[in-house]
C-alpha cells in the first residue's frame, strides 16, 4: 500500500496497535522505506536500555552491557519522577493529557538475534480515568497496576540508513492520541450515520456503504465545526438532529423556528448537565452557550 499510494496520501507517520508492532519484520520494512512509525508492542517485548549506567568491569573479558529485560520490568525500575505529563488538545470533557517517558534502547528479533536501535515510549494513564476513548488492543498491549495503565511504543531512530533526531514529547503524543480521535470517528459513524446498518451480499456493496457514511460523517462534522462559530456548544448529534427533520419532513416541515427551538432545548440541557458535572470536582467549565 504505502509502494503504490505514497504520493497520492501525504503522511508523517505510521502507527498501529501491537499486532503490528510485535512483527519486527514489519517494523524493518517500514524502516528501509524510509517511514516513521509509533507502532505499539506488547508488554513482554524484550529491550536493552542503551541509556542505564554499565554494571562494573571485572578486567577481564568483554566489556559488560545491560541486561536484557522485558518492557514491563524496565518500567517497574523507573524513577517516579522520570513521567512528563503533556496536554495534547482540548477534548469534549476537558484537556486531553498523557503522562510518558520515552529511552533509547536495542530490541531484539527473532531466534535472539541483535536488532536496531529504537526509541521506546511508555505511556500511563489513570485507571480512575474515563474522559477519552482508547484504541482497543491485545490483552497482552495493556499492562496495569493498582493505580495507572500502561502502554508501549517503539520508534525508530533512523531510516534508510540516515539518522534520526529524537522526536520531541509533544509530537509523539500527538501520533499517539491521533489513534483515539479514528475510534471517536469511527463510534460516531455508527452512531450518528449508520455504518454498521448494512445488509449487502458482496465487498463492492459493502464499500459503496462504507463510503456514503465516511462522507456523511465528514459533512456533519464539517457542519458542526461551522455551527460553533457562532454556537460553541453545539454538537454533532444536534446537528444531526435539525438535518434529518429537515430531510425527513420535506412535504410537511414544521419550519425551521421550531427545529431552532428544539436544538436549543438539547443545547441548555447538555450546558445544565456539563456545569453540574464539572461542580461535582469542584471547579467551573468554560462558558460555551452564548
Known amino acids: 500500500m504505502l509502494d503504490e499510494w505514497r504520493e497520492q496520501v501525504p503522511h508523517g507517520w505510521v502507527t498501529g496497535d501491537d499486532e503490528l ?20 508492542v506488547p508488554c513482554n517485548t524484550t529491550m536493552r536500555d542503551l541509556e542505564a549506567p554499565l554494571p562494573a568491569y571485572q578486567g577481564r573479558g568483554r566489556r ?4 536484557w529485560q522485558s518492557v514491563t520490568d524496565w518500567r517497574k525500575s523507573l524513577n517516579p519522577h522520570a513521567w512528563r505529563r503533556l496536554t495534547v488538545r482540548d477534548g469534549e470533557k476537558g484537556p486531553v493529557a498523557i503522562e510518558m517517558v520515552t529511552r533509547r534502547v536495542q530490541t531484539r528479533l527473532e531466534r535472539k538475534r ?6 521506546l515510549v511508555v505511556t500511563r494513564r489513570p485507571l480512575s480515568d474515563a474522559r477519552t476513548l482508547e484504541p482497543q488492543g491485545s490483552p497482552d498491549a495493556i499492562d496495569q497496576d493498582a493505580h495507572y495503565r500502561y502502554r508501549y511504543y ?3 531512530t533512523g531510516v534508510s540508513a540516515v ?3 529524537a522526536p520531541s514529547l509533544a509530537e509523539l503524543a500527538r501520533v499517539i492520541k491521533a489513534g483515539a480521535c479514528i475510534e ?7 452512531g450518528e450515520a449508520g455504518m454498521d446498518e448494512y445488509q449487502v451480499r458482496t465487498w463492492q456493496g459493502w464499500h459503496h456503504h462504507m463510503a456514503l457514511s465516511l462522507i456523511a460523517v465528514w459533512f456533519l462534522i464539517g457542519e458542526t465545526h461551522r455551527g460553533q462559530q457562532v454556537t460553541p456548544a453545539l454538537t454533532l448529534p444536534q446537528v444531526r438532529y435539525g438535518l434529518s427533520v429537515l430531510l425527513l419532513e420535506v412535504y410537511c416541515t414544521p419550519g425551521v423556528d421550531y427545529i431552532c427551538r428544539q436544538v436549543h432545548r438539547q443545547l441548555m440541557r447538555n450546558e ?13 467549565p468554560q462558558r460555551k452557550l452564548r
Open 184 to 190: 471517536a470517528s469511527f463510534k460516531r459513524g455508527k
Open 163 to 165: 539518522e534520526l533526531a
Open 154 to 156: 517503539f520508534s525508530p
Open 114 to 119: 541483535t536488532g536496531p536501535d529504537e526509541w
Open 21 to 40: 508492532g510485535r512483527h519486527t519484520q514489519f517494523r524493518h520494512d517500514l524502516r528501509e522505506r524510509g517511514e516513521r512509525y509509533v507502532l505499539g
Open 272 to 284: 445544565s448537565a456539563r456545569f453540574y458535572h464539572h461542580r461535582t470536582r469542584k471547579y467551573m
Open 64 to 67: 559488560p552491557k545491560a541486561p
